[in-house]
């Protein structure tokens, strides 16, 4: 299992995904401020990862922290979540994980904790979000290899693998599920434009996995469709309204349209942290706008001629009725989605 981001005793250990496949450097980030331009960056990304990033960070910055008493180390704490809050507006799982730390912080400090005792539960509850994650991932992978047919022709956008989460995958997940389970299944990889991680590393997890794996441009995938090449397409998400309308990777609305016309099932992979209830469908997603350069700039080569307006949206919004079911932890739950994910926060158990 790649390892996407490691905690060591004074620092947050990451492989830099900016570099892949060409070079495989780890980025060693020692204080919160360095894990959270990381996350801003995109040196880390895929919302689980970034949970797991800012919990990291947020830990390891009250480790380091030099406060003497807890008023004002309280006030570096929450300083602290602030910023790791501002660094990518989209990911729900960065705020699921931020929350989690603050009722860490709120339940030690009402026991009249020390400093120390409080970083010791900071440090606990950050390893405790990062191994749900991966036992998150793999239980949903257990769940999603059930809607996989054997010799399935799989088609997956932008990277919901290992290196979106914790370790394992959502989206890939399924597909490492299904192996697994003993199923021969093939992969086309959309490419993904602007940042390309499709291309750079879906490929790059799967060819080193051994599945067989085909990378397409994101224009291709409707013409292949329509070919009889594709039998399913799994996706995962970094947002998921309480009514199922799914925020991902621009160009996931589009294949989805694309699989709907063409009676091809469409299923979203996720944990139960990136369903926010909160937000009751997909107009109220925050969609986050990124830097012109990555459209306009290919490893430093401009690609577009200057004057030419540009825009840069990082994720678009799959409407809920576009959706086969959504695969979680606790089993595949599909329409209607407002009653089915209250019920996957409800039960106890796998659906």
């Not at 088609?155 to 021969?184: D, F, P, Q």
Request: aromatic share 6%; net charge neutral; glycine share 8%.
């Amino acid at each position: 299992m790649l390892p996407t981001i490691v905690r060591e005793a004074d620092a947050v250990v990451m492989i830099d995904q900016r570099k892949l496949p060409g070079e495989e450097i780890y980025v060693r980030c020692t204080t919160a401020a360095e894990v959270a331009r990381a996350i801003k960056t995109m040196v880390i990304r895929g919302a689980p990862a970034i949970g797991v990033a800012a919990a990291y960070g947020i830990a390891l910055g009250m480790r380091v922290s030099k406060a003497t008493g807890t008023q004002k180390f309280a006030a570096e704490f929450y300083k602290t979540c602030e910023m790791m809050a501002a660094t990518r507006p989209t990911a729900v799982n960065l705020f699921w994980a931020i929350e989690r730390m603050k009722r860490t912080f709120a339940a030690a400090a009402e026991t009249g904790a020390s400093v120390e005792q409080i970083q010791d539960r900071l440090d606990l509850e950050a390893q405790a979000i990062h191994d749900e994650d991966v036992a998150s991932c793999r239980a949903m992978g257990a769940f999603g290899a059930a809607i996989v047919p054997d010799e399935a022709r799989i088609l997956t956008h932008c990277n919901a693998g290992a290196l979106a989460t914790a370790g394992y995958g959502t989206a890939l997940g399924v597909i490492r599920g299904a192996v697994e389970a003993g199923k021969r299944v093939t992969v086309l990889a959309d490419e993904t434009r602007p940042f390309l991680q499709g291309a750079r590393l879906t490929a790059w997890e799967l060819v080193r996995d051994g599945i067989q794996t085909t990378v397409i441009t994101d224009n291709m995938a409707g013409a292949i469709m329509r070919m009889g090449q594709i039998d399913l397409v799994v996706v995962g998400a970094d947002r998921i309204a309480a009514n199922g309308d799914t925020a991902n990777k621009i160009g996931t609305y589009t294949v989805a349209v694309l699989a709907r016309e063409h009676k091809i099932p469409f299923y979203v992979a996720a944990p139960l942290s990136t369903i926010d209830l909160g937000t009751p469908d997909g107009d109220h997603i925050p969609i986050e706008e990124r830097n012109p350069r990555e459209v306009t700039h290919l490893r430093g080569s401009r690609l577009t001629p200057v004057g030419a307006l540009i825009r840069n949206p990082a994720f678009d919004v799959t409407p809920h009725h576009l959706i086969s079911g959504i695969i979680t932890e606790r089993g595949i739950f599909r329409a209607p989605y407002v009653e089915s994910l209250r019920r996957a926060f409800a039960s106890p158990q796998p659906c």
